[in-house]
């Protein structure tokens, strides 16, 4: 049946962890290899000054003391028995859209079993404390059960963002593109009690753009948004014009015309 492996940024006692294991063991077994705090906005950094301990905690349950991307090369390499035929990271506790997937520990992880050749998702639930992981797990199942079936293209990885609604009110989903977002007041500047500046980012007003087509817009039409991210970061429309236009770039001096 083969091994479907779930991760998260969140830590393995995160309730949308446990939430989305549940649902997705409906699939075939499943095996967990989560940070053991809560690593959100990690981004796709890997632990290498230091060693990475792992702990059982209950068959199929394991704890890594590492980055949400140390947990998924971890599994692949040396937990598990054999090649994962999916790896799902989530349930994150708020959206990943935009920009924000760039800062996003949950769609690192996915994009670090999209490296390692498999297919992979990552889920996050919009809305507010309390979250309700339910509907959630159920759309994670049905996108999980899809890939199963169809396939995904090779070095892709779908970021999937659920309203924060519930099941009876979810009216269906959207392919979306990555939207923009840019915050206003990200960075406060404060003073400490010694009068010393320090500063703190997060908080800020998020100003969407990027128009109708985009994972934003997309949720707050009340959608479920599922956007496919390639690995390949290169713009290859730029590649061309700097390949032509800047065809005349050359680091070294002209013989004779040494400074
Ligand atoms: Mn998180």
């Known amino acids: 049946m083969g091994i479907i492996l779930v991760t998260n940024d969140d830590g393995i006692l995160a309730p949308g962890l ?6 997705l063991s409906r699939l075939g077994r499943t095996v967990v290899v989560a940070p053991e705090r809560d690593c959100s906005a990690a981004s796709h950094s890997l632990t290498m000054t230091r060693p990475l301990r792992l702990r059982r905690h209950h068959p199929d349950w ?6 949400p991307a140390d947990c998924v090369t971890v599994a692949v390499e040396k937990v598990l028995t054999e090649k994962p035929r999916l790896v799902v990271s989530g349930i994150n506790p708020g959206p990943n859209l935009g920009d924000d ?13 999209a490296l390692l050749g498999l297919p992979a998702m990552a889920v996050s639930l919009a809305g507010a404390e309390p979250f309700r992981f339910e509907a959630a797990a159920e759309v994670a199942v049905r996108v999980a059960a899809m890939i ?38 990200a960075i406060r500047e404060l003073d400490d009690p010694w009068g010393r500046k320090h500063y703190w980012i997060g908080g800020g007003t998020p100003i969407w753009e990027g128009g109708e087509d985009t994972d934003e817009a997309t949720l707050a039409r009340g959608f479920i948004s599922i956007t496919p991210i390639q690995l390949d970061l290169t713009h290859h429309e730029a590649l061309r014009r700097l390949r032509s236009a800047w065809a005349d770039l050359n680091p070294l001096p002209e013989p004779g015309h040494e400074p």
């Open 101 to 113: 997937i760039n800062y996003s520990g949950t769609v690192s992880a996915a994009v670090e079993g």
């Open 148 to 185: 199963l079936e169809r396939g995904l293209d090779r070095d892709t990885l779908l970021n999937v963002n659920v309203p924060g609604l519930d099941a009876g009110r979810l009216t269906g989903f959207r392919f979306t593109r990555q939207g923009r977002r840019r915050y206003d007041d």
């Open 18 to 23: 446990h939430a989305l294991t549940a649902a």
């Open 62 to 67: 394991y704890g890594l003391d590492g980055t």
